[in-house]
């Protein structure tokens, strides 16, 4: 059974860099698929941050592709995401996943709660 | 970037009814539409992928349709737990992707 687990500091300041990590388990990520991060401030809708292929090559949403970036780390079967300059418009429910096919997920961690405040 | 809108914003249906959720597209998808179901406190669960190819799981009283720029979920025979949010996103091969705003199922 495929499992996936959200990680990192629930509380980051305005300014500085969010970094979470996904620890999948029951399938390797270099085998296919691509792991993504879709993110979901309190109350509204889900908005994708942006995906991994399994051969490394990583895919940004464009309003956020100038502070955001993405990297493998297939020995320990973890995808991380890093989101710099972070304001109070960052906070949200952290999502990770598995696309499915292209963007259709069908595995997902349990999500991560982030607030952005000082 | 293509943008999707949902309608209606909000579905307020009974137990045994027939529920119609719509999602369009600002620009053609093919069949690269997928539907998640969203209960409160939970992640998303994905339903529908390829505009109509139930995930493995799901029962068949979902079923979705559509094809370019307009597509349908629709739940025949609404159960309790199917009152919940409801979004549609674009999955093309080759992102970015995006999500709609989402249909709220409102007993």
């Known amino acids: 059974q495929v499992h996936l687990q959200e990680s990192g500091p629930g509380l980051v300041k305005p300014s500085e860099t969010l970094s979470l990590i996904c620890s999948v388990s029951g399938f390797s990520i270099s085998s296919g698929y691509y792991w993504g991060w879709i993110r979901q401030p309190p109350g509204r809708a889900l908005e994708w941050v942006g995906s991994?292929?399994?051969?490394?090559?990583?895919y940004y949403s464009p309003s956020l592709m100038s502070r955001v970036a993405m990297s493998a780390d297939t020995s320990k079967n973890q995808v991380s995401l890093k989101l710099r300059s972070v304001t109070a418009a960052d906070t949200a429910v952290y999502y990770c996943?598995?696309?499915?096919?292209?963007?259709?997920?069908?595995?997902w961690g349990q999500g991560i709660l982030v607030s952005v405040s000082s | 970037e293509i943008l999707l809108t949902q309608f209606p914003a909000t579905l307020s249906m009974s137990p045994g009814e027939r529920a119609t959720l719509s999602c369009r597209a600002s620009?053609?998808?093919?069949?690269?539409v997928a539907w998640y179901q969203q209960k409160p406190g939970q992640a998303p669960r994905l339903l529908i992928y390829?505009?109509?190819t139930r995930a493995t799981g799901v029962p068949a009283r979902f079923s979705g349709s559509g094809s370019g720029t307009d597509f349908t979920l629709t739940i025949t025979s609404l159960q309790s737990e199917d009152f919940a949010v409801y979004y549609c996103q674009s999955h093309s091969n080759r992102p970015p992707w995006t999500f709609g705003q989402g249909t709220r199922v409102d007993i």
């Open positions: 996943a598995r696309g499915l096919v292209g963007g259709a997920s069908d595995y």
């Open positions: 390829g505009a109509s």
């Open positions: 991994m292929y399994h051969d490394g090559d990583a």
């Open positions: 620009q053609s998808l093919s069949r690269s």
